[in-house]
């Protein structure tokens, strides 16, 4: 049992790249979410889903995508990379409902563009 | 959508003191308010939760309450040391439905010697 791994954990992008960060977890959570943490601050939600094929947008989505087309992929992908998407990304997951809806967190992406 | 209001931003104790942490959240209908903490350059981990039929939990020197009626929720944390400096987030949920996991702000917790 995993948890949630996420890949890359370091990423140096130059203005106008674009990549996909993954996000993957073995513990067949229904919900998934990406975050976003600038240095000294909270944490952002960007998008999340509640199930497969089902995405909705948070407080900061723009020039982000996302996509789920299985319980545990829950990938991010990143157009046109611009320097304030310099920051940490978090992916991290939970169930929907039950006794345990403990929301765990991936390792995190640290996110460079240059 | 649910907003979570968390204060303070920092906060400063001496080891051994005890620390507060107070978050507000605006959905009434919210059921799970969970804590975490994040140590620096790490990832966010789960140190406590409370359901809404619960008023309080405790887990060795760390408490959590919560009163509904006023929507607050509240970290305690007693006989403070060292490693208990990081950033603490709060966060509120209503489970079993679409809503989304949301975050208060953070408190910075210095443990001074």
């Known amino acids: 049992n995993a948890g949630v791994t996420q890949t890359p954990k370091f990423r140096i992008l130059k203005i106008g790249q674009s990549m996909t960060l993954q996000c993957a977890q073995d513990?067949?959570?229904?919900?998934m979410y990406w975050y976003r943490q600038d240095p000294g601050m909270g944490l952002k939600l960007i998008y999340y889903s509640v199930g497969a094929g089902i995405t909705d947008k948070g407080e900061v989505p723009n020039g982000y995508n996302v996509s789920r087309s299985t319980t545990e992929d829950f990938p991010l992908r990143l157009e046109l990379a611009a320097p304030s998407q310099t920051s940490v990304y978090f992916c991290?997951?939970?169930?929907?409902?039950?006794?345990?809806?403990?929301?765990?967190f991936g390792q995190g992406t640290r996110l460079t563009v240059v | 959508g649910e907003n979570v209001e968390q204060h303070p931003s920092t906060l400063s104790v001496q080891e051994g003191d005890s620390a507060v942490i107070k978050c507000t959240y605006s959905?009434?209908?919210?059921?799970?308010f969970p804590w975490y903490k994040q140590e620096l350059g790490k990832r966010p981990q789960l140190i406590i939760d409370?359901?809404?039929?619960?008023g309080e939990k405790k887990d060795q020197r760390i408490a959590v309450t919560l009163n509904k009626t006023a929507k607050h929720f509240s970290l305690h944390i007693t006989e403070t040391q060292p490693e208990d400096s990081a950033v603490y987030f709060c966060?509120?949920?209503?489970?079993?439905?679409?809503?989304?996991?949301?975050f208060g702000t953070g408190t910075r917790l210095q443990v001074t010697l």
């Open positions: 513990m067949n959570h229904n919900y």
């Open positions: 991290a997951s939970s169930y929907r409902t039950g006794g345990n809806t403990e929301a765990f």
């Open positions: 966060a509120a949920i209503l489970t079993g439905t679409a809503s989304k996991l949301t």
């Open positions: 959905d009434s209908a919210s059921n799970y």
């Open positions: 409370i359901r809404s039929n619960v």
